[in-house]
């Protein structure tokens, strides 16, 4: 069965005075309910003191983005190992604000450290008027998922660039015609068995109001959610309605 995965990325938010929303996002989620899991994506400073103040409770952390090299003369770069070391179990790579400011996709990085990455895929707007988001897509999914990489390893985020921070959504029928192309995609790679492990997130101004109806597209397996993961109330009640 395709695992549920509620993920949260705090991006470039949070000070050590955000801590009581990890505390109580921890305290919400609890010992977790089956199937679904939750997660934080914060900036790698508060790593530590998050991996710290989710324990004890089936909330994981993860880091925002990693460099490819395990170390080494790349000045303010972190790498997969220490976001490990830091207590991250999953690392966004290739989010679209990534690639558009450091051309990034790190997913080789994150495997190496035995983690989970979380790679972002997602058309623009103009890719979107142009009919070439299913094209775009796929060719994402071919040149992200790291050769060798097994399909329990990694989890895919569909994040259409023009739904991000936008308040705009993708509708259901747009979100199942690419969830469902991206599956299908998996499948030739992976077999459609394993294909089938692969968390297929959605993420594009998801909240708690609009949750309920993007979860129940089918092949969508949970969501990566920005600015309405920043307010543990608003992470829970999302949380809330994942099966
Ligand atoms: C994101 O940061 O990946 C994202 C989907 O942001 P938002 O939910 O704010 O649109």
Redesign the pocket.
Known sequence: MTRTLIAG?W?MNGLKSSLGEIRDAAAGVGQGKAGVEALLCVPATLLTLAAEAAHGSALRVGGETCHAAESGAHTGDVSAEMLADAGATHV?VG???RRTDHAESNETAALRAGMTPII?IGESLDQRKAGETLEFVASQIAGSIPDGAAAEQIVI?Y?PIW?????EVATPDQIDEVHTAIRTRLAERFGADAADLIPLLY?????PGNAAEILAVKDVNG???????LKAADFLAIYGQAK
């Open positions: 990325n991006k966004i989010h679209s604000e972002c985020a994040e739904a991000i921070g936008t308040g993420g594009g101004s998801m909240k969501g990566l959610i920005g600015g309405a993961s």
